[in-house]
């Protein structure tokens, strides 16, 4: 018993240890081992910047339940980021907006990403998708992130929003220098580049915006821009700028988790040569081994909230106090044991499988419609068409706490 004691002391103390603000290098490449760690050590973690990092699935469960908590970080925003367009941006979308805001700039955009839509968009997928696999076939050899799995995604999204597709590498570019900032600590130099890619992002979009609402009559259902600047015309509250702000967040969403879901859900699969075969073989319907890929992998790892009341913890680990600015860890909670049988193990035919990865609550994700449709397609191809692909080198996993991707991937077909 007093062995027991000994090794649970340091556990804690070990997790206690931990920072999520500079983690150590080989967390980029499996985080789980260290959420493993927080979970019975450390589940809710007092972090050095005076937020809370809460690992356990009833812990973050019991969070999003609690309907006053917000999301709006303005002040928390300004100290890390400064005056500036990047701190306009992140406190301007729904995606760090209360209610009433978040309501309505989210109506106005949810008919694109219903049910309707999307089914009307599945075609256009598989023409995407077709299409792509005959380039990197001719490639033979090529970065499955790059060359395939970013393609799909911001060719969907781009359509969805009304711009080319073919400026799809420069809205990654610019939009990831927008993203990274969210981390929970990064360099000046970063959120320098961050203020600059936002503006340079909102000129880039300026000129299609300008041209939909020069035009006498706005079809709201062609576009995301479309569907705003209707909406503006017709006297809804939203501003010129959050339309704006509105297109980068749904671009940035709308590609970065679908693409790092393609691609980790491929290269893990090559690792699983049993679970690549129930999916060959049809063993493990797809929607079903989908939401198992979906839990394993979570692309968006951490979310936040902050709470207007004291919450009293579901896992009988204290309570949070009113005013606390809480880190959710959706991807350790994906992995709790106390939820998941051997949840580090990827099982195709996980039943039932109630992961977080798409969040909760008013602020669950918009696009998960469109990644459910998309990825399955996508991955049923690639194990279909491109069955002798193998790995050319070296795969790296992209250096952010807040998502999980994977910076490259090169493969070739032997």
Known sequence: MTGDTKIDQRIVEKARAFNLLSPPDDYFDDPSKYFRLLRDGDPVHQ???GTVLLTRYDDVRQVWRDLSGLVYKGEYFEKKFGKGPLLEHHTSTMLFRDNPDHDRLRDIVNPFFSQTSIKS???????VIDREIKKVKQMGEFDFVRDFAFRIPVALICRVIGVPVED???IQG???KVLFPLNPQVPAEAIKQGHEAVTEFMGYLRPFLDEV???ATIDPAESI???????????VEVSDAEILHMCIVTLNGGHETTTNLISQAVHFLMDDPESKQQLREGAVPLPTALEELIRFITPLQLQGRRTVNDVELASGNGTIPAGTEVVLAQASANRDERIFENPDKLDLARRPNNHVAFGAGIHVCLGRPLARMEAPIAIAAVLKELPTMVRNGETRFQRSTRFRGLEQFPVRLA
Do not use: I
């Open 47 to 49: 972090q050095e910047d």
């Open 121 to 127: 968009l599945t075609d256009f997928t598989q023409d």
């Open 168 to 170: 799809a590498d420069y």
């Open 174 to 176: 610019v939009g990831r």
């Open 213 to 215: 609402k020069a035009r």
């Open 225 to 235: 821009l479309c569907a705003m600047a209707a909406a503006q015309r017709e006297g």
